[in-house]
């Protein structure tokens, strides 16, 4: 997809900072600007290296500050709020256009006679960032460009400190112990270290860190004479750089045109969505294997994001050697019957506190087998899946345990296993202690698959049909409301049980489900409307006396809202597949999805450019809040179109 944006869109300094763009390396590196080439966030940074991938991130560029000299006369491309008493660069007044096409950015500006086209290119699986600029020089004079960099070369979410020290040489800066490299077809000169203060306005409002130092060490210039063409380049590395700008920014995209095909997608919103799906996809050292990074720009890799985003991001788009690999490093980390939840870098041991993430590896592998076939890979896996199993039966860590009714129960004290797992200052925001929904429904889901593939494997698999059986009978026992025509939340004992939210709808999205169709309806009615909307679903009843309209503020206000009504995207997917499925995977159903899938063509334009974010406001979801791109939140909107263009517009019904 092209996303165009122009002086219309960008009126103000404010309006010129909504929306960035994220390139990404496939080791956990990152460059993410604004729409007007600015810093808006301490997050944002043209040039984020993973030094050890995905997670040991450094802010090595955070900006440049580019100047344009023409016929005597100054003025700023950059643009760039600051929290001292320098004055605002305000480069956003001569920006033509800024244009987002096939996932690569480009911005254009005019200046007396003068057009510059600045690109933006990352390489693949290297820790290398260019930057060209493409000027028309039509005024009746020379026009010279002055670039300087501004540096922080520190770890990624701290600050630059007072005492750290910037080396610029030959080719390269030193500072602590990091190096940053650099060529570029202008000429270089240090200049006197300047200090600078930036504000962060997108993050001063959500009750983040709102500002940051940056240095300025190093200053790039060209010069055009009137009536010439020419492209100016810059590339940074954090090794030695073999590659032209020119060439690396041709490379990124194509190689983002080959991602958008990535599946055999026909509509515009899915191809994007496949793009935008091989961002999150990364190197981990640690492992040795591939990984999916949760959300840019704050998380990491989690088990239960990953499982989740991985049958959209990785299945649906064809990657299945990428997903054998994904699967063998959560299978070779199981340990007594659970996945991690988290995998910290450097010398750390694995988090397990996670009751769904190794369920949900089953249904994935499930989801892998039923794509591929692939036996062998099923009879690789089929021991860890049983040792799952029988871990649950039995108890594992976490207090998750199967009870007698067959039914599993998890969490207790302040251990929060479900995906609602906030606490903060010894608040469990939204308790879940007891028997969740969703984990339940992913029991059975389980115990189904096991069944099926226990044959495979030279196993028998009647005992998990059977343990099945019961846990069915006990599910809709006592799960079900008939009152109230939906499903209880958590088997808890407390006021909790009953609140109306999102997390049944995945007893009715699941490959095996439990409940007869009318209750299944039924259900997804519910759902329907008290926590629909176009952006995803909201996480609690409005109605309901725990609501919070709005995600905003320090970091203990906005997790008491975390999942207390904010409105989530990825949970739409299910939502949207559960509705095909209860109404039977007709043309009107279908038709009824697509119209409202038209509803992500703006909310991709907004925020993260080509990106879904991680949340929105549960009373009014308008601006993209959280990560401003969200594995889960991608992929699991792209099986909807998957549903869609190949299995219903093909007469396949459900997979």
């Given at each position: 997809m092209h996303f165009l944006y122009g002086h219309q869109d960008m009126p103000t300094l404010d309006r010129a900072q909504e929306n960035c763009y994220l390139l990404t390396n496939g080791l956990g590196g990152y460059s993410s600007l604004t729409a007007a080439f600015s810093a808006a966030r301490n997050d944002h940074s043209l040039f984020t290296a993973a030094l050890r991938p995905p997670g040991a991130r450094v802010q090595m560029v955070q900006r440049l500050s580019e100047e344009l000299e023409v016929e005597g006369e100054r003025h700023f491309l950059s643009t760039q709020a600051f929290a001292g008493a320098d004055a605002p660069e305000e480069g956003y007044r001569l920006l033509d256009l800024f244009a987002v096409r096939d996932g690569a950015?480009?911005?254009?500006?005019?200046?007396?006679?003068?057009?510059?086209?600045?690109?933006?290119?990352?390489?693949?699986?290297?820790?290398?960032?260019?930057?060209?600029?493409?000027?028309?020089?039509?005024?009746?004079?020379?026009?010279?460009?002055?670039?300087?960099?501004?540096?922080?070369?520190?770890?990624?979410?701290?600050?630059?400190?007072?005492?750290?020290?910037?080396?610029?040489?030959?080719?390269?800066?030193?500072?602590?112990?990091y190096t940053l490299?650099?060529?570029?077809?202008?000429?270089?000169?240090?200049?006197?270290?300047?200090?600078?203060?930036?504000?962060?306005?997108?993050?001063?409002?959500?009750?983040?860190?709102?500002?940051?130092?940056?240095?300025?060490?190093?200053?790039?210039?060209?010069?055009?004479?009137?009536?010439?063409?020419?492209?100016?380049?810059?590339?940074?590395?954090?090794?030695?750089?073999?590659?032209?700008?020119?060439?690396?920014?041709?490379?990124?995209?194509?190689?983002?045109?080959?991602?958008?095909?990535?599946?055999?997608?026909?509509?515009?919103?899915?191809?994007?969505?496949?793009?935008?799906?091989?961002?999150?996809?990364?190197?981990?050292?640690?492992?040795?294997?591939?990984?999916?990074?949760?959300?840019?720009?704050?998380?990491?890799?989690?088990?239960?994001?990953?499982?989740?985003?991985?049958?959209?991001?990785?299945?649906?788009?064809?990657?299945?050697?990428?997903?054998?690999?994904?699967?063998?490093?959560?299978?070779?980390?199981?340990?007594?019957?659970?996945?991690?939840n988290l995998f910290p870098d450097g010398g750390s041991e694995p988090r397990y506190n996670t009751a769904d993430a190794a369920l949900l590896l089953i249904n994935c592998i499930w989801l892998y087998y039923e794509k591929t076939g692939d036996e062998a890979f099923v009879r690789e896996a089929y021991p860890v899946l049983a040792r799952i199993a029988e871990a649950y039966r039995r108890g594992t860590h976490y207090a998750i345990s199967m009870d007698d009714d067959g039914l599993i129960r998890a969490g207790s004290g302040l251990d929060q296993v479900t995906w609602m797992d906030v606490c903060v200052d010894g608040i469990l925001p939204t308790p879940r202690h007891g028997k969740p929904v969703e984990v339940n429904a992913y029991w059975y889901n389980a115990l189904r698959i096991l069944q099926r593939?226990?044959?495979?494997?030279?196993?028998?698999?009647?005992?998990?049909?059977?343990?099945?059986?019961?846990?069915?009978?006990?599910?809709?026992?006592?799960?079900?409301?008939g009152e109230r025509g939906y499903l209880k939340d958590?088997?808890?004992?407390?006021?909790?049980?009953?609140?109306?939210?999102?997390?049944?709808?995945?007893?009715?999205?699941?490959?095996?489900?439990?409940?007869?169709?009318?209750?299944?309806?039924s259900v997804v009615d519910a759902v329907f409307r008290a926590l629909y909307t176009p952006c995803g679903l909201r996480t609690l009843d409005p109605a309901d006396g725990e609501f919070h309209p709005v995600y905003l503020g320090r970091q203990k206000e906005r997790d008491l809202a975390y999942h207390q009504g904010t409105v989530w995207p990825f949970p739409l997917g299910a939502f949207y597949l559960a509705w095909l499925k209860t109404r039977g995977y007709t043309p009107a159903a279908a038709a009824q999805v697509r119209d409202w899938l038209e509803a992500l063509e703006p909310a991709l334009r907004e925020g993260c450019v080509g990106q879904l974010?991680?949340?929105?406001?549960?009373?009014?979801?308008?601006?993209?809040k959280g990560c401003f791109a969200q594995a889960w939140s991608v992929g699991e909107l792209l099986r909807v179109y998957e549903a869609l263009e190949k299995r219903i517009e093909m007469g396949c019904g459900p997979s």
């Open positions: 950015p480009v911005w254009r500006y005019q200046a007396l006679g003068v057009q510059v086209t600045r690109r933006a290119g990352i390489a693949h699986e290297k820790n290398t960032v260019a930057v060209t600029y493409e000027v028309e020089n039509a005024s009746r004079a020379p026009c010279t460009l002055r670039v300087r960099p501004a540096l922080q070369m520190t770890p990624k979410g701290e600050d630059l400190p007072p005492e750290q020290v910037f080396w610029p040489e030959e080719g390269r800066v030193l500072s602590g112990r490299c650099f060529t570029s077809n202008g000429s270089v000169r240090p200049i006197p270290p300047r200090r600078r203060q930036l504000a962060y306005p997108r993050d001063s409002w959500d009750g983040r860190r709102d500002t940051g130092w940056t240095e300025e060490c190093l200053e790039f210039a060209w010069t055009a004479p009137p009536g010439a063409s020419a492209v100016w380049e810059i590339v940074f590395s954090t090794e030695p750089i073999a590659a032209a700008g020119g060439e690396i920014v041709r490379e990124t995209a194509s190689r983002l045109r080959a991602w958008s095909e990535m599946g055999g997608f026909r509509a515009p919103a899915a191809r994007q969505l496949a793009q935008s799906a091989a961002a999150f996809l990364a190197r981990r050292t640690s492992t040795g294997g591939l990984t999916i990074l949760a959300g840019y720009p704050f998380f990491e890799d989690w088990g239960r994001d990953t499982m989740i985003a991985l049958p959209g991001c990785v299945l649906a788009t064809g990657r299945y050697e990428e997903a054998r690999s994904i699967l063998r490093t959560f299978l070779a980390y199981e340990r007594d019957g659970l996945v991690p593939l226990a044959p495979l494997a030279g196993a028998d698999g009647e005992g998990y049909g059977r343990l099945a059986g019961r846990v069915r009978a006990s599910f809709c026992a006592q799960f079900w409301m958590v088997l808890s004992g407390t006021a909790a049980d009953t609140q109306l939210r999102c997390n049944q709808i995945w007893a009715v999205s699941l490959p095996f489900t439990m409940l007869p169709p009318e209750q299944e309806r974010p991680e949340i929105y406001d549960g009373a009014c979801p308008a601006a993209s």
